[in-house]
C-alpha cells in the first residue's frame, strides 16, 4: 500500500462511524440480498480504500477489477461499473449471490483485515448485473461474423456455459448438450433457490439462446448420442459434466428407508420450487416437514440440506460432523447461517449405525476427538471408546462428497485419461487432454470445487479451443491441396 493510500484508508476508516457499519454488514449478509438503493451500493462500495495491493483481486479466481468497479460504482457510474466487471466474468449475478466470499475476495479485503469489516464486493457485483439487465445494458452476444466450425460442450453448468459464451462470441456454431432437463447444472439443481433464484439462471439461458447457442436438453452423451459421434461431428468437444456420483457410508442399516443422498433432497426440493411434481417429495420421503432431519456431513452441501430442512418445515435439524467447528470444510459464514437459524451442530460425532425397523428412526453414533494430523495436515478423527449415542430421526441426509463418475466406460472411450480419483486429466496450460481436440474444464477436472472456478476453466478452454480451431483453419487449405 502506498503511504498515500494509506493515509486515504486510515482517514476513511476512522470516518466510518461503527454503527453504520454493523448496520451494513448486517443488511449484505442476508441471503437473496435485499436490492441496494443505487446510494447504499456507492457508499458501501466508496468504503474501498483503493489500497494499491489489490489482495481482493488477486483472490478472486476471475481476477476480477474490483478496484476499478468499486470506485465506478461510488462515483455513480453504474454502467461502466457493470462493463468492467462483466469483462472478466461471464455470470457476475450469479458470484455475486454464492461465491464463498469469505474465503476469496472480501476474506482477503485490506478493510477486514483491519478490523472494519469488508467491503461488501459480492453484493455489489451482484447489484451492478442484476442493475444491467434492468436498465437494458447486458447486450445480446452478436459475433462479428460467423464461423464455419463448430463446437460440441457436454454439460449445460457454469463451466460448460462460460465456454460456450466465450466460443460463440468468436463466431462458433456452439452446440450445448445436457441430460437435465434445464440449462445450469448444480446451479439450478443443487444449488438452493434461497441463495440462489433460479429466474436468475433462466434469464442467463434465455440471453445464450438468443446468442445464437444451441441446447440439446435430455441428451445423455454416451446413452443417447455416443461420445465418438460427437467428435465426429464437431470441430473440438469440451467435457464439462461436473462429479456426482454421492460418496456413501456402508454401516449397519444403511439399507433402510428415508436415508436420501443430499443430491436426491436437493434436487427434489428445487424442482418443487420450480413447479414440479416430485412423487417423492409429496409421499413425504423427500420432505422434512414436521421431520425429526439428521445431515451427516460438514461441507457447503450439508449446510445447503439443513437450510433447505429449515425452510420445509421440520421438526428439528441436527448437523453431525466427525471433526470440531475449526475444521469443518464448509464456508464460516454457511455455518452461522445455519446456526442462526436454529440448526443444531453435533461436532466431532461420527456415525456408527442407523436404526429402524423399515425406515430409519435413529441414527448412533460415537464421539470422537481429534487425534495427530494425517498426511493433509488435518488432524484425524478418532472414536472415543463407550461414548456412543443415539440421534433420533425421520430423515437421515447423507451430504458427504461427490466423486467423478467412470466417464471412460461411460462413454466407450477407454482412451481418455482419468487421474487416480476420476476426474479427466489435461494439460494444465491448454484444458486439453491427450485427445486432440477434446478438452474438459470445471468439476470434471478439479473435482468438486465452485462455480466461480468453472467459469475460469471455461473461460481457459474456450481460448484453447479457440487457438486449436484456427490452427486446424489454417491447416486445412493446405491438406486440401
Ligand atoms: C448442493 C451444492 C451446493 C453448492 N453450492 C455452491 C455455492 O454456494 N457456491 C459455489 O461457488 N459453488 C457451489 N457448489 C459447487 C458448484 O455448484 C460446482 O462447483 C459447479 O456447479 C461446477 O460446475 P460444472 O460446470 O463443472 O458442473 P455442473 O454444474 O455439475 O454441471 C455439469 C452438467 O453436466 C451435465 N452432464 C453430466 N454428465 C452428462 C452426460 N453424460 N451427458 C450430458 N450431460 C451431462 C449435468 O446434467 C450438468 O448439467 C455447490 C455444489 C453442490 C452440490
Ligand atoms: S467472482 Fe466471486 S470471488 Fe470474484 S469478486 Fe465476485 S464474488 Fe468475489
Redesign the pocket.
Known amino acids: 500500500m502506498t503511504t498515500e493510500n494509506m493515509l486515504k484508508f486510515v482517514t476513511r476508516a476512522a470516518e466510518m462511524p461503527e454503527k453504520r457499519d454493523e448496520t451494513i454488514r448486517r443488511e449484505d449478509f442476508q441471503e437473496i440480498y435485499a436490492r441496494y438503493a443505487p446510494d447504499a451500493a456507492a457508499s458501501q462500495a466508496g468504503r474501498c480504500s483503493q489500497c494499491g495491493v489489490p489482495f481482493c483481486q488477486i483472490h478472486c479466481p476471475l481476477q476480477n477489477n474490483i478496484p476499478d468497479w468499486l470506485m465506478l460504482t461510488a462515483e455513480g457510474r453504474l454502467e461502466e461499473a457493470y462493463e468492467v466487471s462483466a469483462e472478466t466474468n461471464t455470470f457476475p449475478e450469479i458470484?455475486g449471490r454464492?461465491?464463498?466470499q469469505d474465503r476469496l475476495c472480501e476474506g482477503n479485503c485490506v478493510i477486514e483485515q483491519s478490523g472494519h469489516g469488508t467491503v461488501t464486493i459480492g453484493s455489489i457485483e451482484k447489484y451492478l448485473t442484476d442493475t444491467a439487465f434492468d436498465e437494458g445494458w447486458v447486450k445480446p452476444i452478436r459475433p462479428l461474423h460467423q464461423r464455419d466450425q463448430s463446437v460440441a460442450i457436454?454439460?449445460?453448468?457454469?463451466?460448460?456455459?462460460a465456454a460456450a459464451e466465450r466460443l460463440r462470441r468468436l463466431g462458433y456454431d456452439v452446440h450445448v448438450?445436457?441430460?437435465?432437463d434445464r440449462?445450469?447444472?448444480?446451479?439450478?439443481?443443487?444449488?438452493?433457490g434461497f441463495?440462489?433464484e433460479k429466474d436468475i439462471v433462466q434469464k442467463r439461458h434465455d440471453w445464450l439462446q438468443d446468442g445464437g447457442i444451441h441446447f440439446h436438453l435430455n441428451?445423455?452423451?454416451?446413452?443417447d448420442i455416443s461420445f465418438s459421434e460427437l467428435r465426429e461431428k464437431h470441430d473440438t468437444v469440451l467435457i464439462?459434466?461436473?462429479?456426482?456420483k454421492a460418496r456413501d457410508l456402508q454401516v449397519p442399516g444403511r439399507g433402510l428407508g428415508n436415508i436420501p443422498a443430499?443430491?436426491d433432497y436437493?434436487t427434489a426440493s428445487n424442482r418443487v420450487g420450480l413447479g414440479d411434481t416430485v412423487s417423492a417429495f409429496d409421499d413425504g420421503s423427500l420432505n422434512a416437514k414436521d421431520k425429526n432431519i439428521v445431515v451427516i456431513g460438514g461441507g457447503?452441501?450439508a449446510m445447503?440440506?439443513v437450510r433447505t430442512a429449515v425452510r420445509q418445515g421440520a421438526r428439528s435439524v441436527k448437523c453431525l460432523y466427525r471433526r470440531d467447528k475449526a475444521n469443518m470444510p464448509g464456508?464460516a459464514r454457511?455455518v452461522a447461517n445455519a446456526e442462526e437459524e436454529g440448526v443444531e451442530f453435533v461436532w466431532l460425532s461420527a456415525p456408527e449405525a442407523f436404526l429402524g425397523d423399515e425406515t430409519v428412526k435413529a441414527v448412533r453414533v460415537a464421539r470422537m476427538r481429534l487425534g495427530l494430523p494425517d498426511s493433509s495436515g488435518r488432524r484425524s478423527p478418532e472414536p472415543i471408546e463407550g461414548s456412543s449415542e443415539n440421534h433420533d430421526c425421520d430423515l437421515a441426509i447423507l451430504?458427504l462428497g461427490?466423486d467423478p463418475?467412470d466417464l471412460p466406460t461411460?462413454?466407450s472411450e477407454p482412451g481418455l485419461p482419468v487421474t487416480r480419483w476420476g476426474t479427466v486429466k489435461v494439460d494444465h496450460q491448454t484444458q486439453m487432454t491427450a485427445m486432440p481436440g477434446v478438452f474438459a474444464?470445471?468439476?470434471?477436472v478439479?473435482g468438486?470445487?465452485?462455480?466461480?472456478?468453472?467459469i475460469r476453466?471455461?473461460r481457459d478452454a474456450a481460448d484453447s479451443m479457440h487457438a486449436f480451431m484456427m490452427e486446424q483453419a489454417k491447416a486445412a487449405p493446405a491438406a486440401a491441396e
Open positions: 458470484c454464492i461465491c464463498p457436454i454439460g449445460a453448468g457454469p463451466g460448460g456455459l448438450y445436457d441430460r437435465y440449462v445450469g447444472g448444480l446451479l439450478v439443481y443443487g444449488i438452493p441463495k440462489l441428451v445423455d452423451i454416451g446413452n464439462a459434466t461436473g462429479v456426482y443430499a443430491m436437493l457447503d452441501t445447503d440440506c464456508s454457511e451430504a461427490f463418475e461411460l462413454f474444464a470445471g468439476d470434471i478439479r468438486a470445487s465452485l462455480v466461480v472456478w468453472a476453466d471455461g
